[in-house]
């Protein structure tokens, strides 16, 4: 078994916020792999690949130093090629850049050998998509974390404001579609391991997630 929390679910679950909590609560890593694939896109805008070329774009994770390192926070941070870009990776731009690479089968593949490597930092949390069916199949530890799409949507309004693009059942519409796309697109879709615990936290607090998971795992890993 590799010593991984796998840590899967659809958008606006909560499931950043619990890998965040239980890494510090733990002291062990926390990979975030969508900011992997924002990596990508802002490496690729830095060196003049186009977005649009499957090849160049795998040819270019190949080469690339991806690693997650204590930056000068002393947080586990994402490095590339020795420097961390931090905020540069949260742009709209680069989100929506990540969004077309994340759809190349190529680069699903190169970032999934980055992130299949990181199991030789010891016990880690990594969220994601595709954690426990995918890049750790024999995690020792799998969670699917969901919630209703109107519990999400209230969720991210309360986050995002007028940033989250719309109303209440606007922005649960766009969170039902985009679970609809991401369970059935052909490449790794989102959907919960056999041996994974689903956990609908609809009606429980961040607090009451975190406590849940926590003496799940801790014994294990403390």
Sequence with gaps: MDKVIAIDGPSASGKSSLAKMLSEKLRIPYINTGSMFRAAAFAAQQKNISWENESDLADMLEKLNMEYKLNSDGEFDLCIDGTFPAEALRSSEIAAG???????????HALKLQQQKMKNLGWLVMEGRDIGTVIFPEAQFKFFITASPLERARRRLAQ??????????????????????????????LRPAEDAELLDNSSMTLDETFNYIYNKVKNAVL
Excluded: F
Excluded at 166 to 181: H, K, M
């Design 98 to 108: 990540a969004s077309k690479v994340a759809t190349y089968p190529a680069v699903r």
């Design 160 to 189: 995002e404001g007028d940033k989250a693009g719309g109303s209440l059942e606007e922005v649960a519409a766009a969170i039902a579609a985009r679970d609809e796309q991401d369970s059935n697109r052909p490449v790794a879709p």
